[in-house]
């Protein structure tokens, strides 16, 4: 699929979401006019994963890419502000937020236990949890092939125990620090699955070529967002302004076609997500 393919699926947005965000941002910034710290910032410090290829990679010279770190730039100078990178790990990212060593964290899946502790702007694409196994492997099909099979597990990620405990599904998890780790251990056989986002799995898929297969069981709707401090609604609003704007212009679809295009992920709609609201 090329990116005109793609352009033409992200026409097909959900329009009441796209109403319900664009009249938030008619007032004046749906926040009540509180003072937000973030806004009075000159540049936003973006936590970032540095081990999923698509998302976010830290390159041997530092620098970082993916499409979170193309939303993020987007974001910022939508903001009018710069930005700079700290790498991320699933394990870190809420305590780096709570210690202000950052000031939103990409790939964070909106969850009613972490929406209690901090806010998130968002979610800035929807996905489906999915799986990832060796293009020799067949038998695996769905989330319930899954069971007695060795399944790799990242700390702090949670996606492991989507599937073991709210799924029930009698898999064997096999600790991992990233996924980076999980795919070495998926190409040398001590693994036989990894599941989480299919965004990340696509990107592992994109960088291994023909050594791995994304299953698309698409199982439990999945809406990542950016995390944030719970005390700047302002700033969490001028973020979701940024991310309509995202949809509205098309840099949308042209990043996920740029980051994923010819993984296997389906990218025929990239939609208007609907957001969670900043509290």
Same mark, same amino acid.
Do not use: H
């Given at each position: 699929?090329?990116?005109?393919?793609?352009?033409?699926?992200?026409?097909?947005?959900?329009?009441?979401?796209?109403?319900?965000?664009?009249?938030?941002?008619?007032?004046?910034?749906?926040?009540?006019?509180?003072?937000?710290?973030?806004?009075?910032?000159?540049?936003?410090?973006?936590?970032?994963?540095?081990?999923?290829?698509?998302?976010?990679?830290?390159?041997?010279?530092?620098?970082?890419?993916?499409?979170?770190?193309?939303?993020? &730039?987007?974001?910022?100078?939508?903001?009018?502000?710069?930005?700079?990178?700290?790498?991320?790990?699933?394990?870190?990212?809420?305590?780096?937020?709570?210690?202000?060593?950052?000031?939103?964290?990409?790939?964070?899946?909106?969850?009613?236990?972490?929406?209690? &502790?901090?806010?998130?702007?968002?979610?800035?694409?929807?996905?489906?949890?999915?799986?990832?196994?060796?293009?020799?492997?067949?038998?695996?099909?769905?989330?319930?092939?899954?069971?007695?099979?060795?399944?790799?597990?990242?700390?702090?990620?949670?996606?492991?125990?989507?599937?073991?405990?709210?799924?029930?599904?009698?898999?064997?998890?096999?600790?991992?620090?990233?996924?980076?780790?999980?795919?070495?251990?998926?190409?040398?056989?001590?693994?036989?699955?990894?599941?989480?986002?299919?965004?990340?799995?696509?990107?592992?898929?994109?960088?291994?070529?023909?050594?791995? &297969?994304?299953?698309?069981?698409?199982?439990?709707?999945?809406?990542?967002?950016?995390?944030?401090?719970?005390?700047?609604?302002?700033?969490?609003?001028? %973020?979701?302004?940024?991310?309509?704007?995202?949809?509205?212009?098309?840099?949308?679809?042209?990043?996920?076609?740029?980051?994923?295009?010819?993984?296997?992920?389906?990218?025929?709609? %990239?939609? %208007?997500?609907?957001?969670?609201?900043?509290?």
């Amino acid at each position: 699929m090329d990116e005109a393919e793609v352009g033409m699926g992200f026409l097909r947005v959900r329009r009441t979401a796209a109403a319900i965000v664009l009249g938030c941002a008619a007032l004046a910034g749906c926040a009540g006019g509180e003072e937000s710290p973030l806004l009075a910032k000159g540049t936003l410090v973006a936590g970032v994963r540095p081990d999923l290829p698509g998302l976010g990679v830290r390159l041997p010279d530092g620098r970082f890419e993916g499409l979170d770190v193309d939303v993020a &730039r987007y974001v910022a100078g939508r903001l009018g502000m710069g930005v700079r990178f700290r790498p991320a790990l699933a394990r870190d990212r809420e305590r780096l937020l709570r210690e202000g060593e950052v000031d939103l964290v990409l790939t964070f899946w909106v969850e009613p236990e972490w929406k209690l &502790r901090l806010a998130f702007a968002g979610p800035y694409y929807l996905s489906y949890q999915d799986i990832l196994v060796r293009a020799d492997e067949r038998e695996v099909r769905g989330v319930r092939d899954l069971k007695g099979r060795r399944l790799c597990a990242v700390a702090g990620a949670g996606a492991a125990e989507q599937v073991i405990e709210e799924r029930q599904v009698a898999a064997v998890p096999v600790p991992a620090r990233g996924y980076d780790e999980c795919a070495a251990m998926l190409a040398d056989r001590r693994v036989d699955a990894i599941t989480t986002n299919d965004t990340i799995l696509a990107g592992l898929q994109k960088r291994q070529g023909t050594g791995f &297969r994304l299953v698309n069981a698409r199982f439990g709707e999945r809406r990542t967002g950016i995390g944030m401090r719970r005390d700047d609604p302002g700033g969490c609003e001028a %973020v979701n302004k940024a991310i309509t704007r995202m949809y509205q212009d098309g840099t949308a679809a042209r990043l996920m076609g740029k980051w994923f295009g010819g993984s296997g992920l389906d990218l025929s709609v %990239v939609e %208007v997500p609907q957001f969670e609201g900043c509290e």
